[in-house]
């Protein structure tokens, strides 16, 4: 079973509460989504590390429940 938007979205704002996120569903199948994620704790992090933040933040739902995710991290300007 996919995840949903609703679910991501919920999931990423847990771990990093003050970030902005949209989410869209890229094939309208729940199983292929882009997000964006703008937070102020990605401030001085590398895009890398930006990434790992939110995947930690989805549990290791990446690969399996959750199939695809365009991620696009950066802080607030």
Do not use: C, W
């Amino acid at each position: 079973m996919p995840m949903n938007a609703a679910d991501i979205e919920r999931m990423i704002k847990e771990a990093i509460p003050d970030a902005t996120v949209t989410i869209r569903d890229l094939a309208g199948d729940g199983d292929h989504y882009a997000a964006e994620v703008v937070s102020a704790s990605f401030e001085g992090k590398s895009r890398v590390q930006q990434h790992q933040m939110v995947y930690q933040a989805l549990q290791g739902n990446m690969g399996g429940v959750l199939h695809a995710l365009a991620l696009q991290t950066s802080a607030p300007k």
